[in-house]
Protein backbone atom coordinates (compact mmCIF):
# COMPACT_ATOMS: atom_id res chain seq x y z
CA UNK A 1 0.00 0.00 0.00
CA UNK A 2 1.64 3.27 -1.38
CA UNK A 3 -0.19 5.53 1.21
CA UNK A 4 -2.49 5.89 4.68
CA UNK A 5 -4.20 8.48 6.32
CA UNK A 6 -5.74 8.21 9.77
CA UNK A 7 -8.51 9.74 11.01
CA UNK A 8 -6.52 12.35 13.13
CA UNK A 9 -3.55 13.53 11.32
CA UNK A 10 -2.75 15.27 8.32
CA UNK A 11 -1.46 12.06 5.70
CA UNK A 12 -2.41 12.12 2.23
CA UNK A 13 -5.57 10.71 1.24
CA UNK A 14 -6.51 10.51 -2.86
CA UNK A 15 -7.79 13.22 -3.14
CA UNK A 16 -4.96 15.38 -1.51
CA UNK A 17 -2.09 14.32 -4.74
CA UNK A 18 -0.80 16.40 -5.66
CA UNK A 19 -0.18 17.97 -2.31
CA UNK A 20 -1.87 20.49 -0.91
CA UNK A 21 -1.56 24.94 -1.44
CA UNK A 22 0.77 26.65 1.15
CA UNK A 23 -0.95 26.98 4.63
CA UNK A 24 -3.02 30.15 5.21
CA UNK A 25 -1.72 32.45 7.98
CA UNK A 26 -2.47 31.97 11.48
CA UNK A 27 -4.68 34.86 13.23
CA UNK A 28 -1.89 37.09 14.21
CA UNK A 29 -3.95 40.08 15.87
CA UNK A 30 -7.49 41.13 17.72
CA UNK A 31 -9.91 41.68 14.85
CA UNK A 32 -13.41 42.88 14.76
CA UNK A 33 -15.38 41.61 12.14
CA UNK A 34 -19.72 40.57 11.64
CA UNK A 35 -19.59 37.05 11.55
CA UNK A 36 -17.16 34.77 13.24
CA UNK A 37 -17.12 31.18 11.73
CA UNK A 38 -15.36 28.33 13.34
CA UNK A 39 -14.25 25.57 11.09
CA UNK A 40 -13.03 25.35 7.64
CA UNK A 41 -15.15 22.34 6.88
CA UNK A 42 -17.61 22.45 4.03
CA UNK A 43 -20.53 24.03 6.10
CA UNK A 44 -18.02 26.63 7.16
CA UNK A 45 -16.54 27.45 4.22
CA UNK A 46 -20.16 27.50 2.84
CA UNK A 47 -21.19 29.79 5.41
CA UNK A 48 -18.61 32.02 4.86
CA UNK A 49 -19.11 32.67 1.64
CA UNK A 50 -22.44 33.11 1.57
CA UNK A 51 -21.56 35.75 4.57
CA UNK A 52 -19.06 37.40 2.30
CA UNK A 53 -21.11 37.59 -0.94
CA UNK A 54 -23.81 39.37 0.92
CA UNK A 55 -21.28 42.21 2.03
CA UNK A 56 -20.90 41.45 5.61
CA UNK A 57 -17.11 40.83 6.84
CA UNK A 58 -16.49 37.30 8.16
CA UNK A 59 -13.62 35.66 9.56
CA UNK A 60 -13.16 31.23 9.74
CA UNK A 61 -10.59 30.41 12.64
CA UNK A 62 -10.05 26.72 11.69
CA UNK A 63 -7.68 24.72 13.99
CA UNK A 64 -5.70 22.49 11.20
CA UNK A 65 -6.23 23.24 7.44
CA UNK A 66 -8.95 23.91 5.34
CA UNK A 67 -11.05 20.36 4.87
CA UNK A 68 -8.50 18.07 6.73
CA UNK A 69 -11.18 16.18 8.20
CA UNK A 70 -14.60 14.61 6.16
CA UNK A 71 -15.06 17.90 3.76
CA UNK A 72 -11.83 16.81 2.21
CA UNK A 73 -11.78 12.61 2.93
CA UNK A 74 -15.19 11.48 1.79
CA UNK A 75 -16.59 9.96 -1.53
CA UNK A 76 -17.78 13.10 -3.11
CA UNK A 77 -21.25 12.17 -3.86
CA UNK A 78 -23.67 15.02 -4.23
CA UNK A 79 -27.41 13.76 -3.92
CA UNK A 80 -30.14 14.99 -2.49
CA UNK A 81 -31.59 13.80 1.00
CA UNK A 82 -30.35 13.24 4.85
CA UNK A 83 -28.51 10.89 6.65
CA UNK A 84 -31.94 10.23 7.96
CA UNK A 85 -34.05 8.06 6.22
CA UNK A 86 -36.63 10.09 4.34
CA UNK A 87 -39.61 7.40 5.53
CA UNK A 88 -38.09 8.23 8.87
CA UNK A 89 -38.69 12.15 8.48
CA UNK A 90 -41.77 12.26 7.16
CA UNK A 91 -43.31 10.07 10.08
CA UNK A 92 -41.69 12.28 12.53
CA UNK A 93 -42.56 15.74 11.44
CA UNK A 94 -45.78 14.91 8.34
CA UNK A 95 -45.75 14.88 5.02
CA UNK A 96 -45.71 19.13 3.88
CA UNK A 97 -42.79 19.51 6.38
CA UNK A 98 -41.14 16.62 4.96
CA UNK A 99 -41.69 17.69 1.44
CA UNK A 100 -39.75 21.56 2.91
CA UNK A 101 -36.73 19.74 3.97
CA UNK A 102 -36.42 17.22 1.24
CA UNK A 103 -36.91 20.26 -1.39
CA UNK A 104 -33.76 22.24 1.30
CA UNK A 105 -31.60 19.20 0.50
CA UNK A 106 -32.59 18.85 -3.31
CA UNK A 107 -31.55 22.78 -3.21
CA UNK A 108 -27.81 21.83 -1.32
CA UNK A 109 -27.14 19.91 -4.21
CA UNK A 110 -28.29 22.62 -6.88
CA UNK A 111 -25.92 24.84 -4.72
CA UNK A 112 -22.82 23.01 -5.27
CA UNK A 113 -23.55 22.69 -8.83
CA UNK A 114 -23.86 26.21 -9.55
CA UNK A 115 -20.28 26.84 -7.40
CA UNK A 116 -19.13 24.38 -9.81
CA UNK A 117 -20.33 26.29 -13.11
CA UNK A 118 -18.93 29.45 -11.39
CA UNK A 119 -15.71 28.59 -11.80
CA UNK A 120 -14.63 26.11 -8.92
CA UNK A 121 -12.17 23.91 -10.88
CA UNK A 122 -11.19 20.66 -11.00
CA UNK A 123 -13.59 18.31 -9.31
CA UNK A 124 -13.54 16.22 -11.96
CA UNK A 125 -17.97 15.97 -11.62
CA UNK A 126 -19.71 12.81 -13.18
CA UNK A 127 -23.15 12.21 -13.30
CA UNK A 128 -25.20 9.96 -11.36
CA UNK A 129 -25.84 7.98 -8.21
CA UNK A 130 -27.26 4.41 -8.03
CA UNK A 131 -28.54 2.93 -4.47
CA UNK A 132 -28.52 -0.77 -5.60
CA UNK A 133 -30.23 -3.01 -3.01
CA UNK A 134 -28.32 -6.44 -2.24
CA UNK A 135 -31.93 -8.30 -1.50
CA UNK A 136 -34.91 -8.95 -3.49
CA UNK A 137 -36.87 -6.97 -2.24
CA UNK A 138 -37.96 -4.55 -5.63
CA UNK A 139 -41.31 -4.22 -4.21
CA UNK A 140 -40.22 -2.66 -0.87
CA UNK A 141 -38.48 0.47 -3.10
CA UNK A 142 -41.51 0.78 -4.98
CA UNK A 143 -42.99 3.13 -2.35
CA UNK A 144 -40.09 5.01 -1.81
CA UNK A 145 -39.47 5.67 -5.19
CA UNK A 146 -43.07 6.91 -5.81
CA UNK A 147 -42.81 8.67 -2.21
CA UNK A 148 -39.74 10.57 -3.87
CA UNK A 149 -41.24 10.75 -7.41
CA UNK A 150 -44.54 11.83 -7.05
CA UNK A 151 -44.98 13.58 -3.90
CA UNK A 152 -41.31 15.29 -3.40
CA UNK A 153 -40.59 15.75 -7.05
CA UNK A 154 -37.52 14.08 -6.73
CA UNK A 155 -35.62 13.09 -10.30
CA UNK A 156 -35.79 9.55 -9.41
CA UNK A 157 -36.08 6.45 -11.78
CA UNK A 158 -36.91 2.59 -10.36
CA UNK A 159 -34.39 0.10 -11.95
CA UNK A 160 -35.08 -3.37 -12.50
CA UNK A 161 -32.61 -5.90 -11.53
CA UNK A 162 -31.44 -6.50 -15.11
CA UNK A 163 -30.52 -2.76 -15.64
CA UNK A 164 -28.56 -2.75 -12.35
CA UNK A 165 -26.47 -6.00 -13.41
CA UNK A 166 -26.07 -4.47 -16.83
CA UNK A 167 -24.49 -1.77 -14.82
CA UNK A 168 -22.85 -2.74 -11.91
CA UNK A 169 -22.03 -6.40 -13.80
CA UNK A 170 -22.26 -8.35 -9.69
CA UNK A 171 -25.18 -11.02 -8.93
CA UNK A 172 -24.83 -9.41 -5.54
CA UNK A 173 -27.16 -6.57 -6.80
CA UNK A 174 -30.68 -6.74 -7.14
CA UNK A 175 -32.95 -3.67 -7.81
CA UNK A 176 -31.81 -0.03 -7.43
CA UNK A 177 -32.93 3.62 -6.92
CA UNK A 178 -31.22 5.90 -9.79
CA UNK A 179 -31.06 9.78 -9.04
CA UNK A 180 -29.97 11.32 -12.30
CA UNK A 181 -29.21 14.68 -11.54
CA UNK A 182 -26.76 13.93 -8.44
CA UNK A 183 -22.91 14.08 -8.84
CA UNK A 184 -19.93 12.98 -8.02
CA UNK A 185 -17.05 15.41 -7.41
CA UNK A 186 -13.36 15.49 -5.77
CA UNK A 187 -14.69 17.19 -2.64
CA UNK A 188 -11.08 18.39 -1.51
CA UNK A 189 -10.45 20.19 -4.73
CA UNK A 190 -14.28 21.19 -4.16
CA UNK A 191 -13.61 22.86 -0.77
CA UNK A 192 -10.49 24.36 -1.71
CA UNK A 193 -12.51 26.30 -4.72
CA UNK A 194 -15.25 27.69 -1.97
CA UNK A 195 -11.95 28.91 -0.09
CA UNK A 196 -10.98 30.59 -2.63
CA UNK A 197 -14.52 31.70 -3.52
CA UNK A 198 -15.08 33.45 -0.11
CA UNK A 199 -11.68 35.14 0.25
CA UNK A 200 -12.63 36.88 -3.08
CA UNK A 201 -15.41 38.05 -1.89
CA UNK A 202 -14.10 39.54 1.38
CA UNK A 203 -13.86 36.21 3.61
CA UNK A 204 -10.38 36.20 5.67
CA UNK A 205 -9.37 32.46 6.74
CA UNK A 206 -7.02 31.71 9.35
CA UNK A 207 -5.91 28.28 9.55
CA UNK A 208 -3.99 26.57 12.70
CA UNK A 209 -6.09 28.56 14.14
CA UNK A 210 -7.92 26.77 16.91
CA UNK A 211 -10.83 28.69 18.59
CA UNK A 212 -9.98 28.12 22.22
CA UNK A 213 -13.23 29.67 23.93
CA UNK A 214 -16.28 31.56 23.07
CA UNK A 215 -17.99 34.05 25.30
CA UNK A 216 -21.36 34.44 23.79
CA UNK A 217 -22.65 36.93 26.50
CA UNK A 218 -23.44 40.35 25.17
CA UNK A 219 -24.26 41.85 21.80
CA UNK A 220 -20.67 41.51 20.61
CA UNK A 221 -19.36 37.77 21.20
CA UNK A 222 -15.57 37.42 21.85
CA UNK A 223 -13.43 34.18 20.37
CA UNK A 224 -10.47 33.70 22.11
CA UNK A 225 -7.34 31.88 20.01
CA UNK A 226 -4.00 31.46 20.93
CA UNK A 227 -2.32 34.12 19.10
CA UNK A 228 -5.18 36.64 18.77
CA UNK A 229 -9.20 37.64 20.10
CA UNK A 230 -12.43 38.11 17.33
CA UNK A 231 -14.48 40.60 18.25
CA UNK A 232 -18.10 39.27 15.95
CA UNK A 233 -21.99 39.90 16.15
CA UNK A 234 -22.64 36.55 15.04
CA UNK A 235 -20.31 33.21 15.95
CA UNK A 236 -21.15 30.52 13.69
CA UNK A 237 -19.92 27.04 15.12
CA UNK A 238 -18.84 24.58 12.20
CA UNK A 239 -16.68 22.52 13.94
CA UNK A 240 -17.99 18.81 14.00
CA UNK A 241 -16.64 16.72 16.15
CA UNK A 242 -13.81 18.54 16.79
CA UNK A 243 -15.35 21.27 18.83
CA UNK A 244 -14.77 19.86 21.75
CA UNK A 245 -14.17 22.00 25.12
CA UNK A 246 -15.35 25.54 23.48
CA UNK A 247 -18.60 24.57 23.49
CA UNK A 248 -19.15 21.20 25.42
CA UNK A 249 -23.14 21.34 25.04
CA UNK A 250 -22.69 21.16 21.51
CA UNK A 251 -20.11 18.15 21.84
CA UNK A 252 -22.28 15.99 23.77
CA UNK A 253 -25.00 16.02 21.14
CA UNK A 254 -22.68 14.09 17.97
CA UNK A 255 -21.48 10.84 17.71
CA UNK A 256 -17.95 11.14 15.41
CA UNK A 257 -18.64 8.39 13.42
CA UNK A 258 -15.16 7.23 11.71
CA UNK A 259 -15.25 5.91 8.30
CA UNK A 260 -12.95 4.15 5.73
CA UNK A 261 -11.80 4.59 2.06
CA UNK A 262 -10.09 2.78 0.18
CA UNK A 263 -8.51 3.45 -3.80
CA UNK A 264 -7.12 0.66 -5.75
CA UNK A 265 -4.00 0.80 -7.66
CA UNK A 266 -4.86 1.16 -11.68
CA UNK A 267 -6.82 -1.60 -13.01
CA UNK A 268 -7.27 -1.20 -16.37
CA UNK A 269 -9.80 -2.38 -18.71
CA UNK A 270 -10.91 -5.10 -16.36
CA UNK A 271 -12.46 -2.42 -13.98
CA UNK A 272 -14.65 -0.63 -17.19
CA UNK A 273 -15.79 -4.44 -18.01
CA UNK A 274 -17.34 -4.89 -14.28
CA UNK A 275 -18.52 -1.64 -13.56
CA UNK A 276 -19.95 -0.25 -16.45
CA UNK A 277 -21.51 2.93 -14.85
CA UNK A 278 -19.58 6.20 -14.36
CA UNK A 279 -21.22 7.81 -11.39
CA UNK A 280 -21.14 7.09 -7.39
CA UNK A 281 -22.82 3.59 -6.09
CA UNK A 282 -24.61 2.93 -2.57
CA UNK A 283 -25.04 -0.33 -1.81
CA UNK A 284 -28.06 -1.03 0.29
CA UNK A 285 -30.20 1.87 1.79
CA UNK A 286 -28.67 1.29 5.20
CA UNK A 287 -25.06 2.23 5.63
CA UNK A 288 -22.55 -0.26 4.15
CA UNK A 289 -20.14 0.48 1.01
CA UNK A 290 -20.42 3.57 -1.59
CA UNK A 291 -17.95 3.17 -4.75
CA UNK A 292 -17.24 4.59 -7.75
CA UNK A 293 -14.33 5.01 -10.16
CA UNK A 294 -11.87 7.39 -10.27
CA UNK A 295 -8.58 8.42 -12.23
CA UNK A 296 -10.05 7.08 -14.84
CA UNK A 297 -9.47 3.16 -14.23
CA UNK A 298 -9.31 3.27 -10.16
CA UNK A 299 -11.88 1.70 -7.92
CA UNK A 300 -13.02 3.94 -4.60
CA UNK A 301 -14.70 1.65 -1.99
CA UNK A 302 -15.88 3.24 1.20
CA UNK A 303 -17.84 1.98 4.09
CA UNK A 304 -17.33 0.54 7.68
CA UNK A 305 -18.36 2.27 10.98
CA UNK A 306 -16.22 2.59 14.25
CA UNK A 307 -17.50 4.91 17.06
CA UNK A 308 -13.65 5.44 18.01
CA UNK A 309 -10.89 6.75 16.27
CA UNK A 310 -9.73 3.44 13.99
CA UNK A 311 -6.97 3.18 11.61
CA UNK A 312 -7.94 2.77 8.40
CA UNK A 313 -5.69 0.21 7.12
CA UNK A 314 -8.17 -2.23 9.66
CA UNK A 315 -11.04 -1.52 6.89
CA UNK A 316 -8.76 -2.66 3.78
CA UNK A 317 -8.70 -6.47 4.39
CA UNK A 318 -12.68 -6.68 4.92
CA UNK A 319 -12.85 -4.15 1.84
CA UNK A 320 -11.01 -6.51 -0.24
CA UNK A 321 -13.23 -9.64 0.72
CA UNK A 322 -16.17 -7.55 -0.02
CA UNK A 323 -14.93 -6.23 -3.62
CA UNK A 324 -14.23 -9.81 -3.79
CA UNK A 325 -17.20 -11.30 -3.30
CA UNK A 326 -19.03 -8.31 -5.22
CA UNK A 327 -16.86 -8.29 -8.50
CA UNK A 328 -14.47 -11.74 -8.30
CA UNK A 329 -14.31 -11.02 -12.26
CA UNK A 330 -11.38 -8.13 -11.27
CA UNK A 331 -9.18 -10.94 -9.38
CA UNK A 332 -6.30 -9.98 -7.51
CA UNK A 333 -6.45 -5.81 -6.81
CA UNK A 334 -3.66 -3.93 -5.17
CA UNK A 335 -5.17 -1.28 -2.54
CA UNK A 336 -2.77 1.80 -3.12
CA UNK A 337 -4.55 4.30 -0.58
CA UNK A 338 -6.45 3.93 2.82
CA UNK A 339 -7.72 6.87 4.95
CA UNK A 340 -10.34 7.64 7.37
CA UNK A 341 -11.98 10.22 8.42
CA UNK A 342 -14.64 11.60 11.30
CA UNK A 343 -18.23 12.41 10.26
CA UNK A 344 -20.22 14.32 13.10
CA UNK A 345 -23.76 12.29 13.47
CA UNK A 346 -26.88 13.45 16.24
CA UNK A 347 -29.00 10.35 17.41
CA UNK A 348 -31.81 11.68 15.29
CA UNK A 349 -29.20 12.08 12.15
CA UNK A 350 -30.74 14.77 11.22
CA UNK A 351 -28.24 17.78 10.89
CA UNK A 352 -28.05 20.43 13.56
CA UNK A 353 -28.83 24.06 11.81
CA UNK A 354 -30.05 27.26 13.88
CA UNK A 355 -29.48 29.54 16.26
CA UNK A 356 -28.99 28.24 19.61
CA UNK A 357 -28.54 31.56 21.37
CA UNK A 358 -28.99 35.46 20.13
CA UNK A 359 -26.14 35.72 17.74
CA UNK A 360 -24.73 32.11 18.24
CA UNK A 361 -25.40 29.80 15.43
CA UNK A 362 -24.78 25.88 14.87
CA UNK A 363 -23.91 23.98 11.75
CA UNK A 364 -23.33 20.39 12.35
CA UNK A 365 -24.23 16.75 12.73
CA UNK A 366 -24.12 16.17 8.36
CA UNK A 367 -23.40 12.66 9.19
CA UNK A 368 -22.59 10.57 5.61
CA UNK A 369 -24.50 12.95 4.00
CA UNK A 370 -22.81 16.01 3.89
CA UNK A 371 -22.21 17.39 0.86
CA UNK A 372 -25.54 18.93 -0.47
CA UNK A 373 -26.74 19.41 3.38
CA UNK A 374 -23.54 21.34 4.42
CA UNK A 375 -23.87 23.60 1.08
CA UNK A 376 -27.88 24.13 2.22
CA UNK A 377 -26.59 24.88 5.85
CA UNK A 378 -24.26 27.39 4.93
CA UNK A 379 -26.39 29.32 2.64
CA UNK A 380 -29.21 28.78 5.16
CA UNK A 381 -27.27 29.89 7.97
CA UNK A 382 -26.11 33.42 6.23
CA UNK A 383 -29.62 34.55 4.37
CA UNK A 384 -30.99 34.35 8.47
CA UNK A 385 -27.77 36.15 9.82
CA UNK A 386 -27.63 38.68 6.92
CA UNK A 387 -31.27 38.97 5.74
CA UNK A 388 -33.18 37.70 8.86
CA UNK A 389 -34.64 34.48 7.01
CA UNK A 390 -36.48 32.01 9.22
CA UNK A 391 -36.30 28.73 6.70
CA UNK A 392 -33.47 27.40 9.53
CA UNK A 393 -36.94 26.78 11.97
CA UNK A 394 -37.65 24.16 9.69
CA UNK A 395 -35.04 21.83 11.85
CA UNK A 396 -36.29 22.95 14.99
CA UNK A 397 -38.30 19.42 15.25
CA UNK A 398 -34.51 18.04 15.77
CA UNK A 399 -32.87 19.95 18.81
CA UNK A 400 -29.52 19.32 20.35
CA UNK A 401 -30.07 15.59 21.95
CA UNK A 402 -27.51 14.37 24.18
CA UNK A 403 -25.56 11.50 22.03
CA UNK A 404 -25.20 9.55 25.38
CA UNK A 405 -21.25 9.92 25.00
CA UNK A 406 -19.51 6.28 25.72
CA UNK A 407 -22.42 4.30 25.95
CA UNK A 408 -24.48 6.40 23.14
CA UNK A 409 -21.34 5.66 20.98
CA UNK A 410 -21.40 1.53 22.21
CA UNK A 411 -25.20 1.51 21.57
CA UNK A 412 -24.73 2.94 17.82
CA UNK A 413 -21.46 0.53 16.70
CA UNK A 414 -23.83 -2.42 18.44
CA UNK A 415 -26.68 -1.56 16.60
CA UNK A 416 -24.41 -1.10 12.79
CA UNK A 417 -22.53 -4.48 13.94
CA UNK A 418 -26.17 -5.89 14.16
CA UNK A 419 -27.94 -4.52 10.85
CA UNK A 420 -24.47 -6.42 9.38
CA UNK A 421 -25.40 -9.69 10.59
CA UNK A 422 -28.93 -8.93 9.58
CA UNK A 423 -28.13 -7.92 6.44
CA UNK A 424 -25.79 -11.12 5.99
CA UNK A 425 -28.79 -13.65 6.79
CA UNK A 426 -31.37 -11.67 4.43
CA UNK A 427 -28.71 -11.68 1.90
CA UNK A 428 -27.95 -15.22 1.99
CA UNK A 429 -31.80 -15.78 1.72
CA UNK A 430 -31.72 -13.74 -1.51
CA UNK A 431 -29.10 -15.86 -3.08
CA UNK A 432 -30.52 -19.41 -2.36
CA UNK A 433 -34.20 -17.61 -3.99
CA UNK A 434 -32.42 -16.60 -6.49
CA UNK A 435 -30.63 -20.01 -7.13
CA UNK A 436 -33.20 -21.97 -6.34
CA UNK A 437 -35.42 -19.58 -9.38
CA UNK A 438 -32.64 -20.17 -11.37
CA UNK A 439 -32.55 -24.03 -10.95
CA UNK A 440 -36.19 -24.06 -11.64
CA UNK A 441 -35.22 -22.72 -14.57
CA UNK A 442 -32.61 -25.09 -16.07
CA UNK A 443 -34.84 -27.47 -15.40
CA UNK A 444 -37.75 -26.21 -17.28
CA UNK A 445 -35.24 -25.48 -20.09
CA UNK A 446 -34.07 -29.03 -20.29
CA UNK A 447 -37.79 -30.36 -20.21
CA UNK A 448 -38.43 -28.36 -22.95
CA UNK A 449 -35.61 -29.92 -24.75
C1 LIG B 1 -15.24 8.50 4.69
C2 LIG B 1 -16.38 9.47 4.48
C3 LIG B 1 -17.10 9.43 3.29
C4 LIG B 1 -18.17 10.31 3.10
N1 LIG B 1 -18.80 10.33 1.89
C5 LIG B 1 -19.75 11.25 1.64
C6 LIG B 1 -20.35 11.35 0.35
O1 LIG B 1 -19.98 10.63 -0.59
N2 LIG B 1 -21.34 12.26 0.17
C7 LIG B 1 -21.76 13.08 1.17
O2 LIG B 1 -22.69 13.88 0.96
N3 LIG B 1 -21.17 13.06 2.40
C8 LIG B 1 -20.17 12.17 2.65
N4 LIG B 1 -19.55 12.16 3.88
C9 LIG B 1 -19.98 13.11 4.91
C10 LIG B 1 -19.38 14.53 4.73
O3 LIG B 1 -18.02 14.44 4.38
C11 LIG B 1 -19.51 15.32 6.05
O4 LIG B 1 -20.85 15.27 6.49
C12 LIG B 1 -19.14 16.80 5.86
O5 LIG B 1 -17.90 16.93 5.24
C13 LIG B 1 -19.13 17.50 7.22
O6 LIG B 1 -18.60 18.79 7.04
P1 LIG B 1 -18.34 19.72 8.30
O7 LIG B 1 -17.89 21.04 7.78
O8 LIG B 1 -19.53 19.70 9.20
O9 LIG B 1 -17.21 18.97 9.16
P2 LIG B 1 -15.62 18.79 8.98
O10 LIG B 1 -15.26 18.44 7.62
O11 LIG B 1 -15.22 17.87 10.09
O12 LIG B 1 -15.04 20.24 9.26
C14 LIG B 1 -15.05 20.80 10.55
C15 LIG B 1 -13.79 21.67 10.69
O13 LIG B 1 -13.87 22.42 11.91
C16 LIG B 1 -12.58 22.52 12.44
N5 LIG B 1 -12.66 22.83 13.88
C17 LIG B 1 -13.23 22.08 14.84
N6 LIG B 1 -13.11 22.70 16.04
C18 LIG B 1 -12.44 23.85 15.82
C19 LIG B 1 -11.99 24.90 16.68
N7 LIG B 1 -12.21 24.88 18.00
N8 LIG B 1 -11.33 25.94 16.13
C20 LIG B 1 -11.11 25.99 14.78
N9 LIG B 1 -11.48 25.00 13.93
C21 LIG B 1 -12.16 23.96 14.45
C22 LIG B 1 -11.97 21.14 12.15
O14 LIG B 1 -10.55 21.20 12.23
C23 LIG B 1 -12.51 20.85 10.77
O15 LIG B 1 -11.63 21.28 9.76
C24 LIG B 1 -18.52 11.26 4.12
C25 LIG B 1 -17.79 11.30 5.31
C26 LIG B 1 -16.72 10.43 5.50
C27 LIG B 1 -15.93 10.50 6.78
Not at 124 to 132: C, H, I, T
Not at 155 to 166: D, L, Y
Not at 260 to 282: C, D, K
Not at 296 to 322: C, E, H, I, K, Q
Request: hydrophobic letters at 45%.
Amino acid sequence: MGKSGAADDDADNWFATPPLPPARAALASDMDVDVCVIGAGLAGLTTALEVARRGWSVAVLERRRIAWNASGRNCGIVGPGYAEDIRHIVARVGLDHARQLWALSQAGVDYVRARIAEGISDVDAQPGWLLVSKFDSGDALLPLVSLLGQEFGAQIEGWPCERVRASLRSERYYHGIYYPDAFNIHPLNYALGLARAAEKAGARIFEHTPALAIDPAGVRKRITTASGRLRAAHVVVAGSVHVGAIMPSLAGTLLPITAGVMVTAPLGPRLHEAIVFAGGVSDSLGPDFDFRIVGGDRLMWSGGLATWNADPRRWVAPFRRALARTFPQLGAVDVEYAWAGVMGMALHKMPQIGELAPGTWVASGFGGHGINTTAMAGELIASAIVDGDDRWRLFRPYDLMWAGDVVGRGVVQVAYWGSRLREGVALRRARRREQRRLRKVAGLESFRL
